[in-house]
């Protein structure tokens, strides 16, 4: 049986994992894991109300995200939002060499600054697990030096300067592994080509085998789970291999047909709507005008 642990503040992480240090900022910490000892017993699901960034290196553990597995015996680095699930399995040997560092910060520490609009933008947030981030020898160097960073201000004294000092440490962080993933994506091309002939495979069939009348428009979510991909990285793979994300691609699709029925049927341009599952026509209108130029009865004009 499992257990499950929410963790509504940074005292909490550290009540987790024994720190016997005194807690610096009650919004933000930084965990070297080689001084700490595994407290899960057994199968423990892990959840908390801030955002975290794990790095571990070791043998012989299990931390599982949707079901899936990621290996931490060359080094991960995987990027939780609050309320995100991990489950930890118990089975590594407590007493092999660990090496790495947690970051947590909470929401209200970032809540008025810029950062906080900016951080759906970090899309890596949302990828599974098995979608971790895998950095080199030079990208590991520079993120563990942000870290220290982080560290050493988190050891002095609070200032009228440290927020801000905090939060552009964090941010600096954050951006690193937005360059490294970029990377990820790069190096990986010959992995993600596949992926992108299968979404265009799957969404040309959904328009051509009626699907749309039995199920609806196609989501992004149906689409990522269709090719066992979180959303969020099909969606920043696909911008990174075809400039397009996953609802640019719906969309060019979706457009595509409503040209071919527009052009070679006599339907109305609602019954053409409804047709291509849009419950109003209106959004109809205004998503094909977006995309063309020309309102439905335009195009029709002018072809």
Same mark, same amino acid.
């Given at each position: 049986?499992?257990?499950?642990?929410?963790?509504?503040?940074?005292?909490?992480?550290?009540?987790?994992?024994?720190?016997?240090?005194?807690?610096?900022?009650?919004?933000?910490?930084?965990?070297?894991? *080689?001084?700490?000892?595994?407290?899960?017993?057994?199968?423990?699901?892990?959840?908390?109300?801030?955002?975290?960034?794990?790095? #571990?290196?070791?043998?012989?553990?299990?931390? #599982?995200?949707?079901?899936?597995?990621?290996?931490?015996?060359?080094?991960?680095?995987?990027?939780?939002?609050?309320?995100?699930?991990?489950?930890?399995?118990?089975? +590594?040997?407590?007493?092999?060499?660990?090496?790495?560092?947690?970051?947590?910060? !909470?929401?209200?520490?970032?809540?008025?600054?810029?950062?906080?609009?900016? +951080?759906?933008?970090?899309?890596?947030?949302?990828?599974?697990?098995?979608?971790?981030? !895998?950095?080199?020898?030079?990208?590991?160097?520079?993120?563990?030096?942000?870290?220290?960073?982080?560290?050493?201000?988190?050891?002095?004294?609070?200032?009228?300067?440290?927020? /801000?000092?905090?939060?552009?440490?964090?941010?600096?962080?954050?951006?690193?592994?937005?360059?490294?993933?970029?990377?990820?994506?790069?190096?990986?091309?010959?992995?993600?080509?596949?992926?992108?002939?299968?979404?265009?495979?799957?969404?040309?069939?959904?328009?051509?085998?009626?699907?749309?009348?039995?199920?609806?428009?196609?989501?992004?979510?149906?689409?990522? *789970?269709?090719?066992?991909?979180?959303?969020?990285?099909?969606?920043?793979?696909? #911008? #990174?291999? /075809?400039?397009?994300?996953?609802?640019?691609?719906?969309?060019?699709?979706?457009?595509?047909?409503?040209?071919?029925?527009?052009?070679?049927?006599?339907?109305?341009?609602?019954?053409?709507?409804?047709?291509?599952?849009?419950?109003?026509?209106?959004?109809?209108?205004?998503?094909?005008?977006?995309? /063309?130029?020309?309102?439905?009865?335009?195009?029709?004009?002018?072809?």
């Amino acid at each position: 049986m499992s257990t499950f642990i929410h963790m509504q503040s940074i005292a909490d992480v550290y009540r987790f994992f024994d720190l016997d240090q005194p807690l610096r900022h009650p919004l933000v910490a930084v965990v070297d894991f *080689s001084y700490v000892n595994e407290q899960a017993a057994g199968n423990t699901l892990i959840s908390g109300d801030y955002y975290c960034l794990l790095f #571990k290196k070791y043998n012989g553990n299990n931390v #599982k995200y949707g079901r899936k597995v990621v290996d931490f015996n060359n080094g991960s680095l995987i990027c939780l939002a609050p309320n995100q699930v991990l489950q930890l399995e118990s089975d +590594m040997d407590l007493n092999c060499e660990k090496e790495g560092w947690g970051i947590f910060f !909470h929401p209200d520490l970032i809540r008025n600054t810029p950062l906080y609009d900016r +951080m759906k933008a970090y899309t890596f947030f949302t990828y599974e697990v098995s979608e971790a981030l !895998h950095m080199s020898d030079k990208e590991r160097n520079i993120f563990f030096e942000c870290v220290r960073k982080l560290n050493d201000e988190l050891q002095e004294n609070i200032d009228n300067h440290s927020q /801000t000092i905090i939060i552009s440490n964090i941010e600096l962080l954050l951006n690193y592994c937005t360059r490294f993933y970029g990377r990820q994506f790069i190096t990986r091309k010959s992995t993600h080509s596949p992926v992108v002939a299968q979404v265009e495979k799957l969404l040309s069939e959904y328009f051509t085998n009626h699907e749309l009348q039995e199920q609806g428009l196609p989501t992004v979510k149906s689409l990522a *789970s269709k090719v066992n991909l979180s959303p969020g990285y099909l969606s920043d793979l696909l #911008k #990174k291999e /075809t400039g397009k994300n996953t609802q640019d691609h719906i969309h060019f699709y979706l457009i595509e047909a409503a040209k071919n029925s527009l052009i070679n049927t006599n339907k109305s341009v609602s019954e053409v709507a409804y047709a291509l599952g849009f419950e109003y026509p209106q959004y109809f209108n205004k998503l094909f005008k977006q995309k /063309t130029g020309k309102t439905p009865i335009e195009f029709r004009h002018l072809n």
